[in-house]
C-alpha cells in the first residue's frame, strides 16, 4: 500500500507541476492583455479587459486552487512534512559561543 501511495503521489506532482505552470502563464499572458488594452485604450480596450476580468481570470483562479489541492493531497500520501516545524534541535560545535 505505501508503495502504491509513493507512485500515486510522483503523478500527482507531475501533473501538479504541469498544472502550476499553466496557470502561472496564463496569468502572465492577461498581463499582456491589459498592457494591450493599455496601449489600444477606448471601448476595446473596456471590452478586452471586460473579457480578461469575467472569463479568463476565474478559470485561471480555479485551476490554481485545485492545483494546490492536489499538491496537498500529494504531499500527503508521499508522507511530507513540509509545513511543519523541524522538532531536533540544532547541536553547537565545541569552540562556538
Do not use: R, W
Amino acid at each position: 500500500m505505501k508503495e502504491f501511495c509513493k507512485k500515486l503521489s510522483a503523478i500527482l506532482k507531475t501533473i501538479f507541476g504541469y498544472g502550476i505552470m499553466i496557470s502561472v502563464f496564463a496569468g502572465g499572458l492577461t498581463f499582456f492583455g491589459y498592457v494591450v488594452a493599455l496601449i489600444i485604450g477606448g471601448e476595446v480596450a473596456t471590452a478586452i479587459c471586460t473579457v480578461i476580468y469575467k472569463n479568463i481570470i476565474p478559470i485561471i483562479i480555479y485551476l490554481s486552487v485545485s492545483m494546490v489541492l492536489l499538491g496537498l493531497v500529494a504531499m500527503y500520501l508521499a508522507g511530507e512534512k513540509a509545513l511543519t516545524p523541524d522538532k531536533k534541535k540544532s547541536q553547537k560545535h565545541k569552540g562556538e559561543i
